[in-house]
């Protein structure tokens, strides 16, 4: 079964720009969640999507946005880019929401350089 | 507020000797907790999981402790090899909501 999938690897943009990037869940998993990666401020959770629903959110500003689609399929959005919007962000899909006690599995990440 | 903490941020370790990488928590209500593993270039893997009912649990070399009275999680790694060289996440899932939170991480690397 392939894992998840994340695209694109690695982008590059410049302040004020907006950047999507996409998700791929397991096959079969509708749960899927993101998170930024810092050195600084280590793993964050931004948000879970299960069933085409924002089921949580993580404590970051309105220009993080992100969707679920009816294939589980996910993408997070971010508008007006700062630098310090420079990150890896990762995905993790688990099988289910529902008593949140499934194994989130992660992507290898999408590394966001904001120049 | 929640948080989860690694002890030591690096860990240097021969090959073949077992490591210890210790997590403490403070949500009293958190009932699952996962070790990840994240290799340079690589998204998080996992490695074990135990739930807030049991205190231990075992797989391929690892052995997870949990003790819920102190608050504390480790990961036991018997015979590191040097593909053990890694940072290791805990993180731990439940209370209000079921977003994973994160310790900082612990870079253990393996000495030949």
């Known amino acids: 079964k392939a894992g998840v999938t994340q695209t694109p690897r690695y982008l590059i943009k410049t302040r004020g720009q907006q950047v999507t990037l996409s998700c791929s869940p397991i096959?079969?998993?509708?749960?899927v969640s993101w998170y930024q990666q810092t050195p600084g401020q280590g793993l964050q959770f931004l948000f879970e999507y299960f069933s085409e629903t924002q089921r949580n959110k993580g404590n970051f500003p309105g220009r993080f946005s992100g969707r679920q689609f009816s294939n589980s399929r996910s993408e997070m959005n971010v508008s007006t880019l700062e630098l310090g919007d420079s990150a890896l962000y990762l995905c993790?899909?688990?099988?289910?929401?529902?008593?949140?006690?499934?194994?989130?599995?992660f992507g290898p990440g999408t590394r966001l350089l904001v120049l | 507020g929640e948080s989860v903490g690694l002890h030591l941020p690096t860990l240097s370790v021969q090959e073949g000797d077992n490591s210890i990488i210790n997590c403490a928590y403070s949500n009293s209500a958190s009932d699952y907790f996962i070790w990840y593993k994240q290799e340079s270039g690589k998204g998080p893997q996992f490695i074990i999981d135990i739930r807030s009912n049991m205190d231990k649990r075992q797989g391929q070399r690892v052995t997870v402790l949990l003790n819920k009275t102190v608050k504390h999680l480790s990961l036991q790694i018997a015979a590191t090899q040097p593909g053990d060289s890694a940072v290791y996440f805990c993180?731990?899932?439940?209370?209000?909501?079921?977003?994973?939170?994160f310790g900082a991480g612990t870079t253990v690397t393996v000495r030949a």
């Open positions: 993180a731990e899932r439940g209370g209000n909501d079921y977003k994973l939170s």
């Open positions: 096959s079969g998993h509708r749960s």
């Open positions: 993790a899909s688990s099988l289910q929401f529902e008593g949140g006690l499934e194994t989130q599995y």
